[in-house]
C-alpha cells in the first residue's frame, strides 16, 4: 500500500471533544480510549485518560519522567487491566482480552528496553511475528509435514519483506543479538509489524540513537504509516522528533491528560511549559 500523506495535516474537530488528521474524517478511529484509570495498592498512577487516535494518525505521548506514560502502554495492551475506563480497538472492547488476544485485534508495541531473542538470527526475530498470520499448527510443526514445510517458506518470504523495507535483509542470518543498537531497534519494529497491527506503540524509539540514527527513524514512522496504511503512537522525550513528526499530541503530567493539540499548540501551552521547566527545576 503506497499512499503518500501531507507532512502536516490539518487536523478536525471529532466527536467527544477530540481531532484527527483531516484525511481520517468519515473513518473509524483505529482506538478510542475514554476516562482511563489505573490504581496500585490505593495510589492513582493514572486517571480519566481519554485519547481518540485517527487510522492513520501519528500520535504523541509525552511528559516529565515519572508521567504515567509506559503505564498507558501498559493498559492499551492489557498488560495491566484498567480499574475504570474502556478501551476501544477498531470499535472492539479490548476488555477481558490477554495481551495476545489483544495484539490479534491490532495493537503491536515495542518497549523502553530492547526486548528481541537475541540468540535467534534476525530472520527467526521477525517470523516470531508473523504468529498471527500462521495457519499451522502445533502438530504440523512438530511433525514437520509438507503444510509445515510450505508455510515456512512463506514466513521465511514474508519476514524478508519486513526486512527489506529496514533495508536488513543482508542480516537475515545474523545473531540478533550481534546487531548495532539502532539496528536492535529497527528490528523490534520490523517484527512488531509483522503481526499485522492497525496501531503501533513506540516506547521511547529513539532512545540511545544518534542524530543521524534519529533522523532515520523519523523517515522510518512516516514511511509505515505510508506504506502499510496504520497509525502510529510513540512515547518519546526527544522533542525535536516529536514535534517533527507528530500531528497530534497528548501531554502527560502525575498521571492526568494536562493539554492536547498540535505541536504548535503543545510548544505554546502554559501547562505543558511548567510541567517540563518544575521537572527540570527538582532535578
Not at 72 to 80: D, K, S
Not at 88 to 114: P, Y
Not at 214 to 224: D, K, S
Not at 226 to 241: S, T
Request: glycine share 8%; hydrophobic share 40%.
Amino acid at each position: 500500500m503506497n499512499n503518500s500523506y501531507e507532512h502536516k495535516p490539518k487536523l478536525v474537530p471529532y466527536p467527544s471533544n477530540a481531532f484527527v488528521p483531516e484525511r481520517d474524517i468519515g473513518k473509524r478511529p483505529v482506538l478510542e480510549v475514554n476516562h482511563l484509570g489505573i490504581d496500585f495498592g490505593g495510589l492513582t498512577a493514572v486517571d480519566d485518560f481519554s485519547i481518540i487516535v485517527g487510522r492513520t494518525e501519528i500520535a504523541g505521548l509525552i511528559g516529565p519522567n515519572g508521567a504515567g506514560k509506559t503505564t498507558v502502554f501498559n493498559l492499551l495492551t492489557n498488560v495491566y487491566h484498567p480499574t475504570r475506563g474502556s478501551i476501544l480497538v477498531d470499535g472492539m472492547s479490548t476488555a477481558g482480552k490477554s495481551t495476545h488476544q489483544v495484539n490479534h485485534m491490532g495493537i503491536a508495541r515495542t518497549f523502553q528496553n530492547i526486548r528481541l531473542f537475541s540468540n535467534l538470527s534476525v530472520l527467526d526475530n521477525v517470523k516470531v511475528g508473523l504468529h498471527n498470520s500462521m495457519k499451522e499448527n502445533f502438530f504440523a510443526a512438530v511433525t514437520h509435514s509438507f503444510g509445515y514445510g510450505k508455510a515456512e517458506k512463506k514466513a521465511d518470504a514474508q519476514a524478508l519483506e519486513f526486512l527489506d523495507f529496514f533495508h536488513m535483509a543482508d542480516l537475515a542470518n545474523a545473531p540478533a543479538g550481534s546487531l548495532p543498537y539502532g539496528a536492535q531497534r529497527r528490528l523490534e519494529i520490523a517484527r512488531a509489524l509483522a503481526t499485522s497491527p492497525k496501531i503501533i506503540l513506540l516506547d521511547e524509539p529513539a532512545a540511545g540513537m544518534n542524530p543521524s540514527e534519529t533522523a532515520e527513524l523519523m523517515e522510518n514512522i512516516r514511511r509505515i504509516r505510508d506504506n502499510f496504511g496504520i497509525a502510529v503512537m510513540l512515547i518519546e522525550h526527544d522533542m525535536k522528533l516529536v514535534m517533527n513528526i507528530c500531528e497530534g499530541i497528548c501531554v502527560l503530567d502525575h498521571g492526568k491528560v494536562i493539554a492536547k493539540g498540535t505541536p504548535d499548540e503543545i510548544k505554546s501551552n502554559p501547562k505543558v511549559v511548567e510541567a517540563y521547566l518544575g521537572k527540570a527545576k527538582e532535578a
